[in-house]
């Protein structure tokens, strides 16, 4: 299983970015996907998720700026970012839920990508 984020760089505030993560990989199941990010200093911290049903959830800082999508024949989740402020600065990883199929049986485990930077300048 692989994960591929692209899509960050640097931005002034008010600017927006997408970022985009390709999974690929023998999946049994998508339990959820999501977007993570961790700043310096900081804990890695929730920015948004989505379910296989479609159900989003948001961290109060990026609600109504921030929107997540999935695309389930292109095997992508995107994260549109707009009005981006300065502390939106860190770099974002993809987060994959996923079920594999082991040699147990199905396996449950949390997947992710390398992560992306993303600037935001004042």
């Known amino acids: 299983v692989q994960l591929v984020e692209s899509g960050g760089g640097l931005v002034q505030a008010g600017g927006s970015l997408r970022l985009s993560c390709v999974y690929s990989?023998?999946?049994?199941?998508?339990?959820?996907m999501g977007w993570y990010r961790q700043a310096p200093g900081k804990q890695r911290e929730l920015v948004a998720h989505?379910?296989?049903?479609?159900?989003?959830t948001y961290a109060e800082s990026v609600k109504g700026r921030f929107t997540i999508s999935r695309d389930k024949a292109k095997k992508m989740v995107d994260l549109q970012m707009d009005n981006l402020k300065p502390e939106d600065t860190a770099v974002y990883y993809c987060l994959g839920d996923f079920q594999i199929m082991g040699v147990a049986g199905v396996e449950e485990s949390d997947y992710w990508g390398q992560g992306t930077q993303v600037t935001v300048s004042s």
């Open positions: 989505i379910t296989d049903a479609g159900v989003t």
């Open positions: 990989g023998s999946i049994f199941r998508i339990n959820l």
